[in-house]
C-alpha cells in the first residue's frame, strides 16, 4: 500500500478499525485509544496503593467500612453478571480489588487502575446515605472499568509521537513510541490516575457507566442527582470540596444525569 492510499484508508476506516491499540468500550461503545500497556499500569497501581495505605489513617467507623465494602461488592458482582450474560469478556477479570475507607477530612474518592479503591470520611458529609455513597463509588469503578487512565496515558504518548500510526501499525509499538512508553512508565501513578481531572468525555462516560453500575446493583439512582446537587451548593460558597477538583461539577452534568436514569433503567436492570 502506498503512502496515499494508505493515509486515506486510516482517514476513511477511523482509527478503531485498523489499530491494534484501539478499543470499543464494552459498556458505551465509545472508541477508545488503549496503547499504554494495562499490566504496567496496574503494577504502578499497585505499588502506588499500597504506599498510600500503609501512610494513610484507616478508618474505624465500622458501619460505613462495611457498607463500602457492601457497595464495592455488590457492584463488582454485579459488573461480572453483566459481561457473563452478554458472553463478553469482562475487562476486570484481572484487577485486584481492594478497598478502604480512609479516616481524613479530604472530600475525595478515587478508584487507581486495577480496581484500587479509597474513599476519604469526609466526603461522607455529602454522600449521606448508601445511595449517595454508590453514587460516588460507582463513578469512580467506572474509570477504573473504562480504563481511563491507560487511555489518558496512551493518548498523551500518541501526542508526544506525532500519533505514530506507522509505528503501532509495524509490530504493534515500536521505535519512538515504545521509548515515550517507557518515559511515561517512570511517572507517579498518582498524578496520572488520581490528582489530575479526567477530560469531559472520560467524566461524562464515568457518570453513565457508574449510573449503570448503581442500577445494576440496586441503588437509588436518583440520588446521584442530589448528591452533585449538595456539592454544586458547597461550590457556590467558594469552599470547593478537593472531589471537585478533578470532578468538575456542572449544571449540565445533573441535567444529563437527569435524562439518562429512565434509559439506564431499563438498559441496566438490578441483577444480583
Ligand atoms: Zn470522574
Redesign the pocket.
Known amino acids: 500500500m502506498n503512502r496515499r492510499k494508505f493515509l486515506l484508508y486510516t482517514m476513511s476506516c477511523g482509527c478503531g478499525l485498523i489499530l491494534p491499540g484501539c478499543k470499543t468500550n464494552p459498556v458505551t461503545e465509545r472508541r477508545q485509544l488503549l496503547m499504554y500497556p494495562e499490566a504496567f499500569i496496574n503494577k504502578q497501581s499497585e505499588v502506588f496503593y499500597k504506599n498510600f495505605i500503609r501512610r494513610s489513617k484507616i478508618s474505624k467507623d465500622k458501619e460505613n467500612t462495611e457498607l463500602m465494602k457492601k457497595i464495592a461488592n455488590d457492584m463488582i458482582e454485579s459488573i461480572d453478571k453483566y459481561f457473563t450474560k452478554l458472553k463478553i469478556p469482562n475487562p476486570t477479570s484481572n484487577y485486584k480489588w481492594e478497598y478502604n475507607l480512609i479516616d481524613d477530612i479530604q472530600v475525595n474518592a478515587f478508584c487507581a487502575p486495577g480496581g484500587k479503591i479509597a474513599v476519604f470520611t469526609g466526603i461522607l458529609k455529602y454522600t449521606k446515605n448508601k445511595d449517595g455513597l454508590a453514587a460516588v463509588m460507582g463513578?469512580?469503578i467506572?474509570?477504573a472499568v473504562a480504563k481511563?487512565s491507560a487511555e489518558r496515558m496512551s493518548r498523551a504518548i500518541a501526542t508526544e509521537t506525532g500519533f505514530a500510526v506507522a509505528d503501532v501499525m509495524t509490530g504493534g509499538i515500536a521505535g519512538k513510541t515504545r521509548q515515550a512508553i517507557s518515559e511515561y512508565m517512570g511517572l507517579d501513578i498518582l498524578d496520572i490516575a488520581v490528582m489530575k481531572?479526567?477530560g469531559r468525555k472520560?467524566?461524562s462516560e464515568?457518570?453513565y457507566m457508574g449510573l449503570a453500575f448503581s442500577s445494576m446493583a440496586g441503588y437509588d439512582l436518583n440520588e446521584s442527582v442530589r448528591l452533585w446537587k449538595r456539592m454544586h451548593e458547597k461550590d457556590k460558597n467558594k469552599k470547593i470540596p478537593q472531589f471537585l477538583s478533578?470532578?468538575p461539577s456542572s449544571k449540565t452534568r445533573i441535567l444529563q444525569l437527569r435524562k439518562w436514569i429512565p434509559e439506564i433503567r431499563s438498559k441496566f436492570p438490578y441483577t444480583i
Open positions: 463513578h469512580e467506572a474509570h481511563h481531572s479526567h472520560q467524566e464515568a457518570d478533578t470532578h
